[in-house]
T-cell receptor, first 118, second 112 residues
Framework: NAGVTQTPKFQVLKTGQSMTLQCAQD?????MYWYRQDPGMGLRLIYY???????DKGEVPNGYNVSRLNKREFSLRLESAAPSQTSVYFC?????????????????FGAGTRLSVL | KQEVTQIPAALSVPEGENLVLNCSFT??????LQWFRQDPGKGLTSLLL?????REQTSGRLNASLDKSSGRSTLYIAASQPGDSATYLC???????????FGQGTTLQVKP
């Protein structure tokens, strides 16, 4: 049981290049999220998928697209990378966003992808 | 718009001391509040989750409290150890989709 797995762990891009960050969870969770973490800004939500087949914008969606490929996988794509997208990206998942049982609401995070755009 | 603030930004204490980390939020209409730990260069690990109907949760040496009316939560760490050194983040779930609003974290250093 690996939890939430993100690939790659590190990436360096040139301005204008594109790439896809991959995320997979093996906990049969329904909801998945993409955050970015920047110094002094904390973690901010980029996109989320409340359930398989649905995606919605978070706080900072500009410059990104997502795909909920199936229940396990949720990818984040940068179509034309910019230096402002240099950040650490985290994927997270939860069995259910809300519920009486608190353990179903806990968000589990991957180890992160450290992205530099030159 | 929900905003989450954590004070102090950094804290250094000697080993064995009991300590309190603070988290405040501007909108009391929350579903739950979670405390996470983040080690340098690593992801986030959930420590405690408090539902809006609860006042506190405990796990080992950790105790988290929630006062919705005043918009505050505290994380109490008893008998701190050097292994507790990390950044502690609180996050509020205000909607029905699990979207979390994070504070900027408190970086804790416990000196041997």
């Amino acid at each position: 049981n690996a939890g939430v797995t993100q690939t790659p762990k590190f990436q360096v891009l040139k301005t204008g290049q594109s790439m896809t960050l991959q995320c997979a969870q093996d906990m049969n969770h329904n909801s998945m999220y993409w955050y970015r973490q920047d110094p002094g800004m904390g973690l901010r939500l980029i996109y989320y998928s409340a359930s398989e087949g649905t995606t919605d914008k978070g706080e900072v969606p500009n410059g990104y697209n997502v795909s909920r490929l199936n229940k396990r996988e949720f990818s984040l794509r940068l179509e034309s990378a910019a230096p402002s997208q240099t950040s650490v990206y985290f994927c997270a998942s939860t069995r259910a966003p809300l519920g009486v049982q608190a353990d179903k609401n806990i968000q589990y995070f991957g180890a992160g992808t450290r992205l530099s755009v030159l | 718009k929900q905003e989450v603030t954590q004070i102090p930004a950094a804290l250094s204490v000697p080993e064995g001391e009991n300590l309190v980390l603070n988290c405040s939020f501007t909108d009391s209409a929350i579903y739950n509040l979670q405390w996470f730990r983040q080690d340098p260069g690593k992801g986030l690990t959930s420590l405690l989750l408090i539902q809006s109907s609860q006042r506190e949760q405990t796990s080992g040496r950790l105790n988290a409290s929630l006062d919705k009316s005043s918009g505050r939560s505290t994380l109490y760490i008893a008998a701190s150890q050097p292994g507790d050194s990390a950044t502690y983040l609180c996050a509020v779930n205000s909607g029905n989709t699990g979207k979390l609003i994070f504070g900027q974290g408190t970086t804790l250093q416990v000196k041997p």
